[in-house]
């Protein structure tokens, strides 16, 4: 892969981003933003590219409160935006695969609105409790596991009417699989992790939901705890 350097210009100030190409050299992947800026504005392209990815990691420690991604990005590493100072986060609806930890230690996210384009959603949105009180479930969602789960501020969740089921599962330690590997494990099958069978801890800690948000989720298929 080639490694670069460029400036980009955002909302009103140019923003510092290192990249490289994809591995079939059609599109960019971001791998750090150091810029400054409080307000960012991702570009569409860079080196006449479309920029499609954010490498993990890359707004880690941001001291941005506001970062709008274009709508070429499709996919979004592991801790993206841990540790950064953002209020909001709107993901756009082209995002259709993202890793776990997105928002670790935003301590003033309040409001995630998540792309509809996402259909698994693994392991959990912040790897510690969190503030964020709004968020939804993707429109076209077919399996979550510990997305909410450290969430224990979440009081607004949007729900599409169009979700008539969700395969909910847990983000978990599997006795058949490497002890330092972290897998997918079906509900009802045979936990290992500390002998902690988990029932899927989707919205473990989100005890503030409403009662009816709360029976929808059951109606849908959850069975762990809020």
Known sequence: KENNSATAE???????????????GAGIVITKFTGTEAT????????????????ESAFTGA??????????????GQSAFE???????IMPDSVTEVGPDL?????????????????DLTGEICASQ?????????ANIK???????????????????????IEFGAYT??????????VWTKEGTEYSAMDDPLDSQTFFMCSKLPEATKETLKKLGYKGEF
């Not at 001291?63 to 979004?76: D, E, H």
């Not at 540790?83 to 986060?89: A, H, L």
């Not at 503030?131 to 939804?136: E, P, Y």
């Open 143 to 165: 399996r979550m596991s510990s997305t909410f789960g450290f969430c224990h501020e979440l009081t607004e969740l949007e729900i599409p009417a169009t979700i008539t089921s």
């Open 63 to 76: 001291p941005a409160t506001t970062i709008t991604l274009p709508k070429t990005v499709k996919k979004i």
């Open 83 to 89: 540790n950064t100072k953002i209020t909001k986060f």
């Open 103 to 119: 928002f670790t230690d935003c301590n003033d996210l309040t409001e995630v609105h998540l792309s509809n384009g996402i259909a």
């Open 130 to 138: 969190s503030h964020i009180a709004k968020a939804n479930i993707p």
């Open 173 to 182: 330690w599997d006795k058949h699989a490497d002890p330092e590997v972290l």
């Open 10 to 24: 955002a909302a009103n100030d140019s923003t510092e981003y290192s990249y490289e190409k994809t591995a079939d």
């Open 40 to 55: 960012v504005t991702v570009p569409e392209q860079l080196d006449n590219l479309p920029v499609v990815e954010l490498g």
